[in-house]
T-cell receptor, first 115, second 110 residues
Framework: KAGVTQTPRYLIKTRGQQVTLSCSPISGHRSVSWYQQTPGQGLQFLFEYFSETQRNKGNFPGRFSGRQFSNSRSEMNVSTLELGDSALYLC??????????????FGPGTRLTVL | AQRVTQPEKLLSVFKGAPVELKCNYSYSGSPELFWYVQYSRQRLQLLLRHISRESIKGFTADLNKGETSFHLKKPFAQEEDSAMYYCALTTHTGGFKTIFGAGTRLFVKA
């Protein structure tokens, strides 16, 4: 079974630009979560999608948005990039067990650098 | 507010010594707690979850609701245990939300 894939793996942007990151979950997984990982803040929850609906959101500004398609693939978008948005963005997928004790499977991440 | 605290950034032990990675959480509801591990050049992956009460690679973790702790333990550390360990809490209120601790880097010396 193929794992979670994320594209692109590396990205360099300049301040003020926008960026779209993509995540393909494991086949059959319908829940997709996004995280931002930085040396200073660690792993922070961005949002979770299930069946094309955002069900939960972390404490990030509205510049961070996402969506999920009918095939469960997900994208996240960051508009008006700031230097502080430089981070590793991780995507994780899980089965819809209906409870919180579900294992998340992580992708390799997209390393975003904002200059 | 939900919070996960891992007080040690780095833990260094000798091979064969016992190891304990500390994790404390803050959550008013019934928590679902996990330990995730990231080995060098590998993805973040699940090590164990409290609900399954199992031992994985010799590691165990017991949920102590009174002390709001979920410490990870192994009686005899191995060099291959060297990795970054994250304690995580997942809530299910309308959707899933996972809060991670800052992580503890375990270094097992030969």
């Amino acid at each position: 079974k193929a794992g979670v894939t994320q594209t692109p793996r590396y990205l360099i942007k300049t301040r003020g630009q926008q960026v779209t990151l993509s995540c393909s979950p494991i086949s059959g997984h319908r829940s997709v979560s996004w995280y931002q990982q930085t040396p200073g803040q660690g792993l922070q929850f961005l949002f979770e999608y299930f069946s094309e609906t955002q069900r939960n959101k972390g404490n990030f500004p509205g510049r961070f948005s996402g969506r999920q398609f009918s095939n469960s693939r997900s994208e996240m978008n960051v508009s008006t990039l700031e230097l502080g948005d430089s981070a590793l963005y991780l995507c994780a997928s899980s089965l819809p067990t209906g409870t919180a004790d579900n294992e998340q499977f992580f992708g390799p991440g997209t390393r975003l650098t904002v200059l | 507010a939900q919070r996960v605290t891992q007080p040690e950034k780095l833990l260094s032990v000798f091979k064969g010594a016992p190891v304990e990675l500390k994790c404390n959480y803050s959550y008013s509801g019934s928590p679902e707690l996990f330990w995730y591990v990231q080995y060098s050049r590998q993805r973040l992956q699940l090590l164990l979850r409290h609900i399954s009460r199992e031992s994985i690679k010799g590691f165990t973790a017991d949920l102590n609701k009174g002390e709001t702790s979920f410490h990870l333990k192994k009686p005899f550390a191995q060099e291959e245990d060297s990795a970054m360990y994250y304690c995580a809490l997942t809530t299910h209120t309308g959707g899933f939300k996972t809060i991670f601790g800052a992580g503890t880097r375990l270094f097992v010396k030969a």
